[in-house]
């Protein structure tokens, strides 16, 4: 059952595509000046206004779980791995727009999260290939991002953006490109500021719908044993 | 002849491709090509070994082909491996950018430096001979080879039986994982909930002072202080717990990492394979241990068969060895030096193979190396093999002793 006003969203992505800096750079407004290897998971804390400047405001507080490591990782890695990714409320697909590889990968790692993905609703997943109607329907809301923007050659960028694209269109999700080490991107008003906290708000909503679904369900459940008990007694 | 070569090279080429490389993008065409030469080259010495105890092919063919070998493998393991290297560590250092051929070329020089300096503690070879000579080369690049393969080997001879006997398999149970994981969870939690203080207190104080900025003159002064002080204060206490916690969770990750392997390994011993390695285990592990106690285990009546055997199951377990190494220890930047390292040391273990190998064929094949190598001392090798092997063998089987009695001690405080 998930607890109440928990927002759990996991980055993933293969190792050294900048997932440390980007979560660094999303939770404390600030560039990680070294970054270094992630062992395991490693955790941050985003203060997210949800629905500013409307009656309806909240303050969440979305938990970034950075999970390390790559796709072609031994088993014993993988299944340790997998404790990380119950009850996800959204995952955050990172990629390095200078490595075409780590773009690839990313599909293996979207099946590895969902697969493993124990929410209520559950996905029905296929047998590890890649189904592209499995994402139209996934619940968990997914965000691209490609790092490492400012290294790619201003002749390339077209190619590489039409790249991302299809991507983004695979995964049915929208896809931001950045410089982690610039906080400029993401500076308030800037599209991608837009489209990332639509996403923090989706996963909000989406948290927030799973515990009243949760907890409706609970009261019908314990108004059913109810009735069943007391028509026992007729 | 050049056929063989051209296949070796193929394959060099699709184990680069499919094993080492196959999460990272191939940007330089340089690494994999030199990879692949080497591997092929290497391969190719082996054969001529077969061939010259075969008797394939003409005796003056042969010995063209062995020297023609030899240069290009000196060639690539001296001079255009080390230069590479040099060359792709320096262009990773961002300060040193701008003229990385500049100092690829002084690294190089330091390496040749050092090269040379090597073969002066040893008595390798007779003074009749110039400095730029084959015999030179060979002997320092002979006496790493075989220092290498030598510590590889002892490592090996223990590591084998270690790893197939399940004797040395520890007990892991299903419950021992789960109450691994739970406390690893617990710790995240207790993580996620500090740094939520973090960032409410530090949201609080931004709220704050922008308040107290507003207040201007002589309290406000004061007051501004005073309160930031015990905020800040509180703030360097939960972050210490913090680091504290996450440093913590990284080695619950790593135990239950291993314990998940352990399980893994428990479970394959059962199966029908497992059982057949076991098997294969006991008797590889009999037999390393009497390598270790026979110093002179190349006797003189070893046969073809067996030098066959040994020159696949050390090209192989080579293989194995260093793919498991590569991605152990690679990333997306230093993948290229990694891989170049690599074909280095692979390099130099064929060619001080070939040199040992002499030792364990009979005496009329032996004519051919040694005409072709040139006058080496070759019992300073296997003598120096023999101590190094001894020397590597003690030492892992104090440092396995020592890493297994730390874990059940490790496994004891859960």
């Known amino acids: 059952m998930a607890s109440l006003d928990r927002v759990k969203v996991l980055v993933l992505g293969d190792s050294g595509v900048g997932k440390s800096s980007l979560v660094h750079l999303l939770c404390q407004n ?5 970054p270094s290897w992630t062992v395991g998971c490693s955790v941050d804390v985003r203060v997210q206004d949800y629905k ?6 909240k303050t969440y507080y979305i938990e970034l779980w950075d999970v390390g490591g790559s796709v072609g990782s031994a088993s014993s890695v993988k299944s340790t791995r997998a404790v990380f990714y119950n009850s996800v409320n959204g995952i955050i697909l990172v990629h390095d727009l200078t490595n075409k590889k780590s773009s690839q990968n990313l599909y293996r790692w979207s099946l590895e ?23 139209a329907e996934n619940p968990v809301p997914l965000l691209l991002i490609g790092t490492k923007f400012d290294q790619i050659p201003e002749n390339k960028r077209n190619e590489v953006l039409t790249r991302t694209g299809f991507l983004s269109e695979d995964f049915n999700a929208e896809e931001i490109n950045l410089d982690c080490t610039n906080p400029r991107y993401l500076a308030a008003g800037t599209s991608n500021a837009v489209k990332l906290s639509r996403f923090f708000d989706k996963v909000s909503t989406d948290s927030q719908t799973e515990n009243i679904t949760d907890t409706r369900t609970n009261i019908i459940i314990i108004i059913v044993n109810s009735a069943f008990t007391y028509m026992s007694y007729i | 002849m050049f056929t063989s070569q051209v296949l070796f090279f193929g394959f060099g080429w699709l184990f680069f491709m499919r094993q080492l490389f196959k999460d990272y993008e191939v940007r330089q065409y340089v690494v994999q090509v030199v990879f692949s030469v ?6 190719t010495m082996f054969e001529l070994i077969i061939f010259e105890i075969l008797g394939a092919l003409s005796s003056s063919s042969r010995y063209f082909h062995w020297k023609l070998n030899l240069y290009v493998i000196l060639l ?18 961002r300060l040193l950018h701008r003229q990385r051929l500049l100092f690829a070329c002084m690294v190089w020089f330091t390496f040749m430096y050092f090269f040379w300096k ?3 503690p040893f008595p390798i070879l007779s003074p009749k001979h110039g400095i730029l000579s084959i015999e030179q080369l060979i002997s320092r690049v002979g006496v790493i080879g075989v220092t290498l393969m030598a510590l590889l080997s002892g490592f090996g001879a223990v590591n084998c039986p270690y790893t197939y006997m399940s004797y040395f398999l520890r007990n892991v149970t299903d ?17 996620v909930s500090k740094k939520k203080r973090i960032a409410m207190t530090r949201r609080q104080m931004y709220q704050r002072g922008e308040d107290q900025n507003k207040q201007t003159g002589f309290w406000g002064m004061i007051k501004s202080v005073t309160s930031t002080q015990t905020g800040s204060e509180n703030l360097s206490l939960i972050q210490q717990e913090v680091d504290a916690l996450e440093e ?11 314990l998940q392997a352990t399980k893994e390994r428990i479970e394959y011993s059962k199966t029908f394979q497992g059982k057949y390695f076991n098997f294969l285990g006991y008797f590889f592990s009999i037999y390393c241990v009497w390598k270790i106690f026979m110093v002179k285990f190349w006797s003189q009546h070893i046969s073809f068969i067996l030098v066959g055997i040994i020159i696949v199951t050390s090209i192989r377990g080579l293989l194995i060895t260093l793919t498991k190494f590569f991605y152990a220890i690679s990333s997306s930047k230093s993948s290229n030096v990694i891989v170049l390292v690599l074909a280095q040391i692979m390099g130099m273990y064929f060619v001080s193979s070939v040199l040992l190998m002499r030792m364990s064929m009979p005496l009329e094949y032996r004519s051919i190396v040694t005409e072709v190598l040139g006058e080496l001392q070759f019992n300073f090798y296997h003598r120096w093999f023999d101590v190094i092997f001894l020397v590597s063998a003690l030492s892992s089987i104090l440092f396995l002793y020592l890493a297994h009695k730390q874990a059940p001690e490790k496994h004891m405080t859960l």
């Open chain 1, 113 to 135: 999260a969902l697969n493993k993905d124990s929410s209520p609703t559950g996905v029905i997943v296929s047998n590890g290939d890649y189904d592209r109607e499995q994402f």
């Open chain 2, 175 to 191: 419950s021992d994982i789960l109450a691994l994981e739970r406390r690893l969870l617990q710790t995240m939690d207790m993580i």
């Open chain 1, 30 to 34: 600030q560039v990680l000046g070294n």
């Open chain 2, 38 to 43: 080497t591997f092929a080259f290497s391969c």
């Open chain 2, 118 to 120: 090597l073969g002066d």
């Open chain 1, 52 to 57: 500013e400047g409307t009656p309806e405001e």
């Open chain 2, 248 to 258: 913590l969770s990284r080695q619950l990750f790593l135990e239950t990492v291993d």
């Open chain 2, 76 to 93: 690539v393991l001296i001079f255009v491996v080390p230069f590479y290297i040099g060359y792709f560590v320096v262009s990773n250092i």
